[in-house]
């Protein structure tokens, strides 16, 4: 084997390893994991580490009794499909729980996460 072809057959097995690593995994959310708001947020945003499919990806936001109480209307909210956002109605004080699940839009792969907000009560 020739040194070019070392160097050929090195060069794509790096580029075949690549993809593996390539997942979307949430990078930021809003409100932030933990978080204890003193207001309603209107919305649960979340940026991905990488584009994902945003017909196969979403969130869903959930009471604490496992109801879901967001408009089930999770979309794409940037050009490069990296940022998802659901919208919520007026929600009560109480725990929340945020589940995101993500299809790559590079190499299909899903990953999926959750979790919790806090809205304290109002005095
Ligand atoms: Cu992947």
Redesign the pocket.
């Known amino acids: 084997m020739s040194i070019t072809r070392i160097a050929l057959t090195l060069a794509l097995a790096t580029g075949l390893a690549a993809?593996?690593?390539?997942?979307a995994y949430m990078k930021y959310g809003t409100p932030a994991p933990g978080a204890k708001l003193r207001a309603a947020p209107a919305a649960v945003d979340i940026t991905f580490t990488e584009a994902v499919a945003p017909g196969l990806s979403g969130i869903v936001v959930r009471d604490a009794a496992g109801r879901q109480v967001d408009k089930a209307d999770a979309k794409a909210i940037d050009t490069a499909d990296t940022h998802m956002r659901v919208d919520l109605p007026p929600l009560p004080p109480g725990t929340y729980q945020v589940l995101w699940h993500a299809v790559?839009a590079d190499?299909g792969?899903h990953t999926e996460g959750q979790y919790h907000f806090t809205i304290a009560p109002t005095r």
């Open positions: 993809p593996a690593l390539a997942h790559a190499d792969h």
